[in-house]
């Protein structure tokens, strides 16, 4: 088992930043990408970005691409996700997800771990 705890979540305006955090525990030697996924009320959850756990490859959404930096430290079993210049459509609970094969994808469906999500909430 995979555990995933997600954090840094909150209220931000326009134009601001903010970063989340997820810390993986269990067997975490088994996990080859990490990612961030997110869903609004309503809508169907959507790939954010994500990271090769030991090559540092990246994959980003084209919404979100030049705004958010996803990063991890593999000390730390930790993969961070920097959000600058929010706008109010990134408005929405964000999943941390990982997934045992070392395949760059964006569905939700391959990943085989997930957190609890933690919202983020973007104002104007």
């Known amino acids: 088992q995979v555990q995933l705890v997600e954090s840094g979540g909150g209220l931000v305006q326009a134009g601001g930043s903010l970063r989340v955090s997820c810390a993986a525990s269990g067997r975490t030697l088994s996990v080859s990408v990490m990612a961030w996924f997110r869903q609004a009320p309503g809508k169907e959850r959507e790939f954010v970005a994500a990271?090769?756990?030991?090559?540092?490859?990246?994959d980003y959404a084209d919404s979100v691409k030049g705004r958010f930096t996803i990063s991890r430290d593999n000390a730390k079993n930790t993969v961070y996700l920097q959000m600058n210049s929010l706008k109010p459509e990134d408005t929405a609970v964000y999943y941390c997800?990982?997934?045992?094969?070392?395949?760059?994808?964006?569905?939700?469906?391959?990943?085989?771990?997930w957190g609890q999500g933690t919202q983020v909430t973007v104002s104007s």
């Open positions: 990271i090769t756990w030991f090559g540092g490859s990246t």
């Open positions: 997800a990982a997934k045992l094969r070392s395949i760059l994808t964006t569905d939700p469906a391959e990943f085989d771990y």
